[in-house]
Structure formats: C-alpha cells, structure tokens
C-alpha cells in the first residue's frame, strides 16, 4: 500500500497562491494515477484535479480549470496542486488520494488510499 502526506495548506487573501505537496511512502508512486480532493464544511468531498502515473494526463474539475495545476515528480514522490487565483470557495480541507485505475479519475470509489488533508482558508 501508499502512504500520503499532504502539507503546504494556510490561510491567504482572495486572489492569492498556494503550492499543495502530497508526498507518498510504501509502494511505487509512479504506478499510482493521483488526485486531489476537497471538502467544505457542510459539504460532500468532492472532485479537484487528477493526474495519470507518468504525469502526461490531467484533467480538472470545472470549478478549478485554469487557476488550479496538478502535477508530479516521481523521482521525488511528490504530488503537487498549485493553485492561484484563490477565492474564499475554495476554502475547504484538501485531500490526494492514489487510485490503481489507469487513467485519470474523477470518482472517489477509484481511490484506494488517501491522506490526512491540509486546509485551506481563503479570506475575503
């Protein structure tokens, strides 16, 4: 199995950056499609961006496109989701996960491990 560890959340302006890292432990992360998740309060978790083993595959939720960027560094073990342009609906506790399907996926039954989750808050 994986181990994930999410780290890189905080607190910052409507408008800003933030850099998510999701680094993982166990078996081979380069074998792994990854994604992010996020849950509001009061909210179902739902769908952020994912990415396939090798990184040439993404795809993003509607919400997100073109202000948020998955990617990975196998040689490190590494996911990261940059997102910029932050507004304060994006507040939420951001989760990755690791799925053995083979392609990018949107579905959380497909994720088998997940991590702790980091927050995000972004202020008005």
């Known amino acids: 199995q994986v181990q994930l560890v999410e780290s890189g959340g905080g607190l910052v302006q409507a408008g800003g950056s933030l850099r998510l890292s999701c680094l993982a432990s166990?078996?081979?992360?380069?074998?792994?499609?990854m994604g992010w998740f996020r849950q509001a309060p009061g909210k179902e978790r739902q769908f952020v961006a994912a990415i396939s083993f090798s990184g040439s595959s993404t795809y993003d939720a509607d919400s997100v496109k073109g202000r948020f960027t998955i990617s990975r560094d196998n040689a490190k073990n590494t996911l990261y989701l940059q997102m910029n342009s932050l507004k304060p609906e994006d507040t939420a506790v951001y989760y990755c996960?690791?799925?053995?399907?083979?392609?990018?996926?949107?579905?959380?039954?497909?994720?088998?491990?997940w991590g702790q989750g980091t927050q995000v808050t972004v202020s008005s």
């Open positions: 166990g078996r081979t992360f380069s074998s792994y499609t």
């Open positions: 996960a690791a799925s053995s399907v083979a392609i990018p996926t949107t579905v959380q039954g497909h994720y088998a491990y």
